[in-house]
Nanobody
Framework: QVQLVESGGGLVQAGGSLRLSCAAS????????VGWFRQAPGKEREFVAT????????YYRDSVKGRFTISRDNAKNTVYLQMNSLKSEDTAIYYC?????????????????WGQGTQVTVSS
């Protein structure tokens, strides 16, 4: 099993940047795929980005391509989400999720391990 803790959220003006971190504890984190999801008030949880266990493969939702970058440091058991050029529509609670075998990498229900989330608020 793995436990996940997100950090790095906060309040930022539109056009600004934030870097979220997802710190994992537990064995064999380097074998887990990790995804970032977000949920805005009154909306469904949606996929943001995902990274393979090695970091060699990444995938993003269209609306964040070119602005967000997902990366990982397996030596530190941490996955990052660098968010640049933030927009008001990026405001949400951001969650990281992980699992070893994920068939549909942009589907939340495919991930069994979740953090508690970190709030990101972008003011316009």
């Amino acid at each position: 099993q793995v436990q996940l803790v997100e950090s790095g959220g906060g309040l930022v003006q539109a056009g600004g940047s934030l870097r979220l971190s997802c710190a994992a504890s537990g064995r064999s984190f380097s074998t887990y795929r990790v995804g970032w999801f977000r949920q805005a008030p009154g909306k469904e949880r949606e996929f943001v980005a995902t990274i393979s266990w090695s970091g060699g493969s990444t995938y993003y939702r269209d609306s964040v391509k070119g602005r967000f970058t997902i990366s990982r440091d397996n030596a530190k058991n941490t996955v990052y989400l660098q968010m640049n050029s933030l927009k008001s529509e990026d405001t949400a609670i951001y969650y990281c999720a992980a699992d070893v075998t994920v068939w549909q990498i942009d589907v939340a229900s495919q991930y069994n391990y979740w953090g508690q989330g970190t709030q990101v608020t972008v003011s316009s």
